[in-house]
């Protein structure tokens, strides 16, 4: 029976599943840390990659390999293959002017939405490569005129998988080209034209491959060659990648989660990590001229209609900080209190927001007395304000179409007891979570017994120890969210 690796190279960690190819039992598994920061030496994850392989016991017995990476981004390099600068990564909101600029420089206001929904299916925000590049043409003339080539992290982190060999061997999928901001869903092709309109030129992008086509071999000293590298990096990793295991196209973090979840018709994907995430399969293609909608394409040939909030789990470590207490106490703290917190209010633009599109927003409480100003009363604001956002997106999906059964709810902030009971009375409908995992590494690993497997269709893997929550809804909690999320004033409004 085949062995397959799974790779989620997320923002904050890099983690690695090994599983069976046909049962998609977890036979191994590891972990490394990545660093802080929204600008990051790509280094900093192939170094990641190298510890959590080791950690995982090595891959040399594996027969295939896909890695699924945190989307968007930006990694430029130059003609031998050098990075040109740290890669920006998707939650870096230096890039909000440049997206302004290019939706203004197509009309502006509703019409340059409606040119950019309909080009590529969504609207550029800062996260989209697409901005970066205006971003860096305009600040940093001399690093883009040294970019050759633009990709995604984990476009290059399957490319150094295969050894770096060349520009015009890197590979991407159709998920993670239609967060870049130059690809469209609709047609399946490059919009060059708007690449060249962003940067000024046509830098190299990677090939976009079809959800089970090979993007190469692995090479097993990978981790000793490859640009900057040229006698070796000093790394033990060498012996524990496999000799020419099948390397998969792989895929942007959301496309990989929903194939690790087996999210079908009616279900609706809440992930909450250091972003929020909404969205489900889609047989068509979205454009949402408002921008709320992003019109991504998944991992399988369908559709990933989703929208996106800057902040998620970190609301939960913030009040966990400010209280001074672990998140399980938070969660225990936030289920002592009553639905809707006594009107006590989170808006929980802690880092600027993507959806709305508020880059230079701040966090902020209303409704607070005396009455609530307690700690339960904050836990709970937090809890609550996380999912309001979230049910924002929730209502969008639904304006696109979604039909909505139930909400799968992953990530890590569904460890939360507190986010599982609240979740049905905020979203409205039932919710089910899975045990703990690495969904996002699973769907990688999935996709990669796809390929060393070559079916037609995903192997079909269970996911067992699932639970459903359910509670009335409480619509008073979203009411009085949106009162205060619509009167907040911040650094974006001009307060």
């Given at each position: 029976?085949?062995?397959?690796?799974?790779?989620?190279?997320?923002?904050?960690?890099?983690?690695?599943?090994?599983?069976?190819?046909?049962?998609?039992?977890?036979?191994?598994?590891?972990?490394?840390?990545?660093?802080?920061?929204?600008?990051?030496?790509?280094?900093?994850?192939?170094?990641?990659?190298?510890?959590?392989?080791?950690?995982?016991?090595?891959?040399?017995?594996?027969?295939?390999?896909?890695?699924?990476?945190?989307?968007?981004?930006?990694?430029c390099?130059?003609?031998?293959?050098?990075?040109?600068?740290?890669?920006?990564?998707?939650?870096?909101?230096?890039?909000?002017?440049?997206?302004?600029?290019?939706?203004?420089?197509?009309?502006?206001?509703?019409?340059?939405?409606?040119?950019?929904?309909?080009?590529?299916?969504?609207?550029?925000?800062?996260?989209?490569?697409?901005?970066?590049?205006?971003?860096?043409a305009?600040?940093?003339?001399?690093?883009?005129?040294?970019?050759?080539?633009?990709?995604?992290?984990?476009?290059?982190?399957?490319?150094?998988?295969?050894?770096?060999?060349?520009l015009?061997?890197?590979?991407?999928?159709?998920?993670?080209?239609?967060?870049?901001?130059?690809?469209?869903?609709?047609?399946?092709?490059?919009?060059?034209?708007?690449?060249?309109?962003a940067?000024?030129?046509?830098?190299h992008?990677?090939?976009?491959?079809?959800?089970?086509?090979?993007?190469?071999?692995?090479?097993?000293?990978?981790?000793?060659?490859?640009?900057?590298?040229?006698?070796?990096?000093?790394?033990?990793h060498?012996?524990?990648?496999?000799?020419?295991?099948?390397?998969?196209?792989?895929?942007?973090?959301?496309?990989?989660?929903?194939?690790?979840?087996?999210?079908?018709?009616?279900?609706?994907?809440?992930?909450?990590?250091?972003?929020g995430?909404?969205?489900?399969?889609?047989?068509?293609?979205?454009a949402?001229?408002?921008?709320?909608?992003?019109?991504?394409?998944?991992?399988?040939g369908?559709?990933?209609?989703?929208?996106?909030?800057?902040?998620?789990?970190?609301?939960?470590?913030?009040?966990?900080?400010?209280?001074?207490?672990?998140?399980?106490?938070?969660?225990?703290?936030?289920?002592?209190?009553?639905?809707?917190?006594?009107?006590?209010v989170?808006?929980?633009?802690?880092?600027?927001?993507?959806?709305?599109?508020?880059?230079?927003?701040?966090?902020?409480?209303?409704?607070?007395?005396?009455?609530?100003?307690?700690?339960?009363?904050?836990?709970?604001?937090?809890?609550?304000?996380?999912?309001?956002?979230?049910?924002?997106?929730?209502?969008?999906?639904?304006?696109?179409?979604?039909?909505?059964?139930?909400?799968?709810?992953?990530?890590?902030?569904?460890?939360?007891?507190?986010?599982?009971?609240?979740?049905?009375?905020?979203?409205?409908?039932?919710?089910?979570?899975?045990?703990?995992?690495?969904?996002?590494?699973?769907?990688?690993?999935?996709?990669?017994a796809?390929?060393?497997?070559?079916?037609?269709?995903?192997?079909?893997?269970?996911?067992?120890?699932?639970?459903?929550?359910?509670?009335?809804?409480?619509?008073?909690?979203?009411?009085r969210?949106?009162?205060?999320?619509?009167?907040?004033?911040?650094?974006?409004?001009?307060?």
């Amino acid at each position: 029976m085949p062995i397959v690796a799974g790779v989620d190279s997320s923002t904050q960690s890099c983690k690695v599943v090994v599983r069976d190819a046909e049962s998609g039992a977890l036979l191994r598994q590891g972990r490394a840390p990545h660093p802080d920061g929204t600008e990051v030496d790509p280094s900093a994850w192939w170094s990641a990659l190298g510890a959590a392989v080791d950690a995982a016991g090595g891959l040399a017995d594996v027969a295939a390999i896909s890695v699924a990476g945190q989307q968007h981004g930006m990694v430029c390099l130059d003609e031998a293959g050098g990075v040109v600068r740290p890669a920006l990564l998707w939650n870096d909101t230096r890039s909000a002017g440049a997206a302004a600029e290019l939706v203004g420089e197509a009309g502006g206001g509703e019409t340059g939405r409606r040119f950019w929904a309909d080009a590529v299916g969504s609207v550029p925000v800062a996260s989209f490569t697409v901005t970066k590049l205006r971003w860096l043409a305009r600040h940093e003339p001399e690093q883009a005129a040294r970019a050759a080539a633009v990709c995604l992290p984990h476009d290059w982190l399957t490319w150094r998988l295969a050894g770096a060999p060349g520009l015009a061997a890197l590979r991407t999928d159709r998920g993670d080209a239609s967060g870049t901001g130059y690809w469209s869903p609709a047609t399946g092709d490059y919009r060059l034209d708007l690449l060249e309109r962003a940067f000024g030129r046509r830098p190299h992008v990677p090939t976009v491959l079809g959800p089970a086509e090979p993007a190469g071999v692995v090479r097993p000293d990978a981790f000793r060659v490859g640009p900057g590298l040229p006698h070796g990096d000093g790394m033990s990793h060498g012996g524990r990648l496999p000799d020419g295991a099948v390397l998969g196209p792989g895929t942007g973090d959301n496309a990989a989660a929903a194939l690790g979840v087996g999210a079908g018709p009616g279900d609706v994907v809440v992930s909450i990590g250091t972003s929020g995430t909404v969205f489900s399969v889609a047989d068509a293609p979205a454009a949402d001229p408002s921008g709320t909608v992003a019109g991504f394409a998944d991992a399988t040939g369908r559709f990933l209609p989703l929208v996106c909030t800057l902040n998620a789990a970190r609301v939960l470590d913030a009040a966990a900080s400010m209280l001074r207490v672990d998140l399980a106490e938070l969660a225990e703290l936030a289920l002592s209190a009553p639905a809707g917190a006594d009107g006590l209010v989170m808006v929980p633009y802690l880092e600027g927001e993507r959806t709305p599109d508020r880059p230079r927003a701040s966090g902020a409480l209303h409704g607070l007395t005396l009455r609530t100003s307690t700690a339960a009363h904050l836990a709970r604001a937090a809890v609550e304000g996380l999912l309001c956002a979230l049910a924002d997106g929730l209502d969008a999906l639904t304006a696109q179409g979604a039909t909505v059964r139930r909400v799968i709810l992953v990530g890590g902030g569904a460890r939360s007891a507190a986010v599982r009971h609240i979740a049905p009375q905020v979203l409205g409908v039932p919710v089910v979570v899975p045990p703990p995992g690495e969904y996002v590494a699973d769907g990688a690993a999935r996709q990669a017994a796809w390929v060393a497997l070559g079916a037609a269709t995903p192997p079909a893997w269970a996911v067992r120890g699932t639970e459903e929550y359910a509670a009335a809804p409480v619509p008073a909690i979203r009411e009085r969210y949106a009162a205060a999320r619509d009167h907040h004033v911040d650094r974006t409004d001009g307060g």
